[in-house]
Nanobody
Framework: VQLQAFGGGLVQAGGSLRPSCAAS????????MGWFRQAPGKERKFVAT????????RYSDSMEGRFTISRDNAKNTVYLQMNSLKPEDTAVYYC??????????????????WGQGTLVTVSS
């Protein structure tokens, strides 16, 4: 099983990016997926999660309203639309997938598979 994240990059404050994460090796259409991020010198933190059906989402308080998580189960892919980006959003963004849960966790323990991360840099 592999999760490959891509779509990060350099953007100015106020701009937008839409990282994607494609899964291969198995289908995750019934399983929760999520995004976490790790800023330089800090611990990895929860960003957003989406249920297997895509009907239920949850966000970190600091990102709700600016970020939107979505998925395309036909493509086995999860997306993170990030708007109104701030310099403090600079981090490596990791996607994750659960092998058993249909509803996403905010804790890393709820996920079994992780992507390699994609770097998002927001300049001021």
């Amino acid at each position: 099983v592999q999760l490959q994240a891509f779509g990060g990059g350099l953007v100015q404050a106020g701009g937008s990016l839409r990282p994607s994460c494609a899964a291969s090796g198995r289908t995750f259409s019934s399983n929760a997926m999520g995004w976490f991020r790790q800023a330089p010198g800090k611990e990895r933190k929860f960003v957003a999660t989406i249920s297997g059906s895509g009907e239920s989402t949850r966000y970190s308080d600091s990102m709700e309203g600016r970020f939107t998580i979505s998925r395309d189960n036909a493509k086995n892919t999860v997306y993170l639309q990030m708007n109104s980006l701030k310099p403090e959003d600079t981090a490596v963004y990791y996607c994750a997938a659960s092998s058993q849960w249909t509803t996403g966790w905010v804790n890393e323990l709820g996920y079994d598979y992780w992507g390699q991360g994609t770097l998002v840099t927001v300049s001021s």
